[in-house]
């Protein structure tokens, strides 16, 4: 079975505060993605990366930065958390064939509150 | 980008009943996907379905691809199929990847 395995289920960090949200996967997938979700607005991409070292900016970047140093891991960065970043984060894998990104799997996700 | 649009939003139903779930897409896509999220706020994949016809149990979808749009039909209603029903898609053209843009859900509830 595909594992896609977020660090913590429920987190919560102080304003201010640098927070790592950590993500894994064991199907070997080059394309990792980080996602949330909020009432109303439904789920949008954050960033995403195709290969080790490599990264790319979603639909709502700002206030995050990520990294993969390792292929079955990639982490959500907050540099200073702020209370709009409180919401459900999910993070997801992929296997990319020739001109197909194919199923996309996803982790339990973290829900992170912000105080 | 890709717009997502999902029918209808809201949805109840009887135990038993059938239902069919809508999703529009403004543009071609290529990877196509179903989930379902428990009340937990996991995502479970249905189907991975970019064109034709699958099926699984009481579950099926269809994706007329040149149409843009996919079916997702739920037969003999359980109330465990309540919840939240998204779609979403990409159009990967090479280079990177290519993150899934999502609709915003159906909610359905189905009554014992």
């Known amino acids: 079975d595909v594992k896609v395995t977020q660090s913590s289920r429920y987190l919560v960090k102080r304003t201010g505060e640098k927070v790592f949200l950590e993500c894994v996967q064991d199907m070997d997938h080059e394309n990792m993605f980080w996602y949330r979700q909020d009432p109303g607005l439904g789920l949008r991409l954050i960033y995403f990366s195709y290969d080790v070292k490599m990264k790319e900016k979603g639909d709502i970047p700002e206030g995050y930065s990520v990294s993969r140093e390792k292929k079955e891991r990639f982490s959500l960065i907050l540099e200073s958390a702020s209370t709009n970043q409180t919401s459900m984060y999910l993070c997801?894998?992929?296997?990319?064939?020739?001109?197909?990104?194919?199923?996309?799997?996803f982790g339990q996700g973290t829900r992170l509150t912000v105080v | 980008g890709i717009q997502v649009e999902q029918s209808p939003p809201d949805l109840i139903l009887q135990e038993g009943a059938n239902s069919t779930l809508r999703c529009n897409f403004s543009d071609s896509v290529n990877n196509l996907q179903w989930f379902h999220q428990n009340p937990w706020g996991q995502l479970i994949n249905l189907f991975y379905i970019p064109s034709g016809t699958k099926q699984n149990g009481r579950l099926s979808a269809t994706t007329v691809a040149t149409e843009r749009y996919s079916l997702l039909y739920i037969s003999s209603s359980q109330t465990t199929d309540s919840g939240v029903y998204f779609c979403?898609?990409?159009?990967?053209?090479?280079?990177?990847?290519?993150?899934?843009?999502f609709g915003k859900g159906t909610h359905l509830i189905i009554q014992p």
């Open positions: 997801a894998s992929s296997h990319r064939e020739l001109w197909v990104n194919t199923e996309a799997f």
């Open positions: 979403a898609g990409s159009m990967y053209s090479g280079g990177g990847a290519d993150g899934l843009t």
